[in-house]
């Protein structure tokens, strides 16, 4: 059985210090959940063409919709506010907007080969390589991307950023979700 990924809960907890690296977290682990989904699609064999397109648009719509959010969220709300408080935060803020345009093509692939998967189940034993391909690569990608954000941007966000701040990331971030 393929069951679309899912990752901690959303953001609906009480407002505290902290909440915006807490919803940064959360979705990392979106992202690597839902490429264990695409991962177990890729790998699925004599599992039912309703499962196999039901997983392959969750996938498909997690990359194409939610991702982006995300790295709006590190662009646009957290990288402007910890920009220029020290050397080795700027450094990672920049890495990680290269590597924010580095996995775009592989995960234009990965949601194209899960388009064609949600309307045409039939196609993964010709498409499962393809996609496995891109899970791969992203897999090695998002485990040193992510992993470097949770190294050294989710930890100045908790030590650097006012209880005013984390507040105004909590909101634009919020914001954006409501307007997708």
Known sequence: MITPGRGAGGAGRGERAGQAAA?????????????????????????????VAEAAAAVGRYFTVALPLHAEDEEGSIRPRLQGRDEAIDHALALMAEEHLAHQATV??????????????????????????????????????????????IPAMERLLTPEEDAAVVVEMRARRNRS
């Open 23 to 51: 919803m940064i977290l959360e979705c990392h682990a979106r992202i690597r959940a839902f490429l264990a989904t695409a991962r177990r699609i890729a790998e699925a064999r004599g599992v039912p063409d309703a499962q």
């Open 108 to 153: 234009r692939a990965l949601a194209t080969a899960c388009a064609e998967l949600a309307a045409n189940p039939r196609r993964l034993p010709i498409l499962a390589r393809p996609l496995l391909a891109s899970v791969a690569w992203l897999e090695g990608h998002f485990d040193e991307h992510l992993g470097g954000e949770e190294a050294v941007i």
